[in-house]
């Protein structure tokens, strides 16, 4: 498995490890305590029995009666960290059929439902089960482990549509969601991506952290120029169907983060947003954002603000994302050095994760503690107090979601996270990228089934609602 060089192959030996270790049987064995598998097994049963009868109205009823991503526990992340692959067979096979019988009901076979109530039906089916996101974090020059992360995901048609990013995921996540499915698969090249590395290795040279020697800015906007095109979010949302969302924070006191997408913000200039969510305090300008105006012309946007580095204040705006599309489920590729100290592993031990986790938390909090005692209001204007402040919000947020990728290494020296990488260097950080998402593919396949084909459904039926001549 660790000698994979693609996905494929990694999958092959991970099945064979399976088979060797006794983790195949447990696959093919419905039960265990750690889903309902007898709920599991009478819901399949009952659906796929209806539509091999043509029952149509029969299955609508039985799929009335839920349509959620955990039914029955089968979301229970622990089912996915005993087989080296996958998980239990059963599961995969109600996911398969759930979809069958949606695809079945949705298609021009079943005459004796309405598209009215089809698309009734498939609204609350889809509000009800929800999406899944891509949050990609503020990573320095780590964000070509971000690139690898993407790439994988992309090939396998696993990439969700709705992708958020900050400070050097905010770069990979505009990458993706302003260009065509064409031009991603020039991107995606290994020999493109070989190219592009030698390029951005020549125009980001390494710089001294602690003499605070700022990378060229001429440098940097080459870089986003030649990788973004000056288009702005609703333009690239009508590109390329990507939700792209990019997190910055306020440079004034009291001004709020924000995180900016086509629905807030839709005439503001992405390669704006990626800039200053790459603005990193004290070694990169703020950043004034642009927009266009309703003639196309570009004007300032907001033009008595600027914005910095969004990993700051929320690298990972779960919230806002939930709340402005729906998402329950988090992908999360995260490389922010602040948080990679605290999180977990999950191949540890159930006994050595609950104490490294225990350690990690209380470590912590104690960070967060004293953070606050030393971060008075009487100090409130000098760079010491401004550095804590700093320190605070970067303690206190969300770094996590449901599936985590995460890098080989957690600790990284901090004069390199700001540096340009070598050829060797950024190649490597894509290749552990990939490696590092070969074991949650199955798992995203199996739990975003759903709803991805849920959204393609709805999409169908609208169309047929509102083009009906075209049908």
């Known amino acids: 498995?660790?000698?994979?060089?693609?996905?494929?192959?990694?999958?092959?030996?991970?099945?064979?490890?399976?088979?060797?270790?006794g983790m195949l049987a447990w696959r093919q064995a419905e039960s265990s305590r750690l889903y309902d598998y007898r709920s599991i097994r009478n819901r399949l049963t009952k659906i796929s029995e209806k539509r091999a009868s043509g029952d149509s109205k029969?299955?609508?009823?039985?799929?009335?009666?839920?349509?959620h991503g955990n039914m029955a526990g089968m979301g229970n992340a622990l089912l996915y960290k005993r087989a080296a692959f996958g998980t239990k067979f059963l599961i995969d096979e109600y996911t398969t059929e759930v979809g069958e019988a949606l695809s079945y009901l949705a298609s021009d076979d079943v005459t004796n439902i309405s598209l009215a109530q089809k698309a009734d039906f498939f609204q609350r089916a889809s509000h009800c089960f929800g999406r899944s996101a891509l949050m990609l974090s503020g990573s320095g020059t780590l964000f070509y482990f971000h690139l690898g992360v993407v790439k994988s995901l992309w090939e396998q048609?696993?990439?969700?549509?709705?992708?958020?990013?900050?400070?050097?995921?905010?770069?990979?996540?505009?990458?993706?969601?302003?260009?065509?499915?064409?031009?991603?698969?020039?991107?995606?090249?290994?020999?493109?991506?070989?190219?592009?590395?030698?390029?951005?290795?020549?125009?980001?040279?390494?710089?001294?952290?602690?003499?605070?020697?700022?990378?060229?800015?001429s440098a940097v906007k080459e870089l986003y120029a030649r990788l973004i095109p000056e288009i702005t979010f609703e333009e690239a949302y009508q590109l390329t169907g990507y939700k792209l969302n990019i997190s910055v924070a306020p440079v004034e006191k009291h001004q709020s983060s924000r995180l900016?997408?086509?629905?807030?913000?839709?005439?503001?200039?992405?390669?704006?947003?990626?800039?200053?969510?790459?603005?990193?305090?004290?070694?990169?300008?703020?950043?004034?954002?642009?927009?266009?105006?309703?003639?196309?012309?570009?004007?300032?946007?907001?033009?008595?603000?600027?914005?910095?580095?969004?990993?700051?204040?929320?690298?990972?705006?779960?919230?806002?994302?939930?709340?402005l599309y729906g998402v329950n489920h988090f992908i999360v590729s995260q490389t922010n050095p602040a948080a990679l100290p605290f999180i977990h592993g999950e191949k540890s031990s159930v006994g050595a994760g609950v104490i490294k986790r225990a350690f990690k938390n209380t470590t912590r909090e104690w960070l967060l503690a004293g953070n606050k005692l030393i971060s008075h209001p009487g100090a409130s204007q000098s760079t010491f107090n401004s550095a804590a402040t700093i320190l605070g919000q970067v303690l206190s947020q969300t770094y996590t979601g449901d599936i985590n990728i995460l890098p080989p290494s957690r600790l990284h020296n901090p004069i390199s996270l700001l540096a340009g990488r070598s050829n060797e260097e950024a190649l490597a950080l894509i290749n552990a990228g990939e490696q590092a998402s070969w074991?949650?593919?199955?798992?995203?396949?199996?739990?975003?089934?759903?709803?991805?084909?849920?959204?393609?459904?709805?999409?169908?039926?609208?169309?047929?609602?509102?083009?009906?001549?075209?049908?």
């Not at 029969?58 to 349509?67: C, H, S």
């Not at 400070?167 to 505009?174: E, H, M, Q």
Request: with cysteine.
């Open 260 to 323: 900016l997408n086509a629905i807030a913000s839709p005439n503001v200039l992405v390669r704006d947003a990626v800039m200053a969510s790459s603005a990193f305090p004290g070694f990169f300008p703020a950043v004034a954002l642009r927009a266009k105006d309703e003639h196309g012309n570009i004007r300032p946007y907001l033009e008595d603000r600027k914005w910095m580095d969004g990993s700051i204040s929320d690298d990972m705006p779960i919230k806002r994302i939930a709340r």
């Open 58 to 67: 029969g299955l609508l009823f039985a799929l009335n009666e839920g349509i």
């Open 1 to 21: 498995m660790t000698q994979a060089n693609s996905y494929n192959e990694w999958r092959e030996a991970a099945i064979e490890r399976d088979r060797k270790s």
């Open 157 to 217: 048609d696993l990439l969700p549509k709705i992708i958020c990013g900050s400070s050097g995921g905010a770069l990979i996540s505009s990458l993706v969601a302003t260009h065509s499915q064409q031009e991603l698969q020039k991107i995606f090249d290994p020999e493109y991506i070989r190219f592009e590395v030698e390029q951005n290795s020549r125009a980001l040279p390494g710089f001294g952290l602690l003499r605070k020697q700022a990378i060229p800015l």
């Open 439 to 471: 074991p949650h593919i199955e798992r995203i396949r199996i739990q975003t089934h759903i709803s991805r084909l849920l959204d393609q459904l709805l999409k169908k039926i609208d169309a047929q609602i509102l083009y009906p001549h075209r049908h």
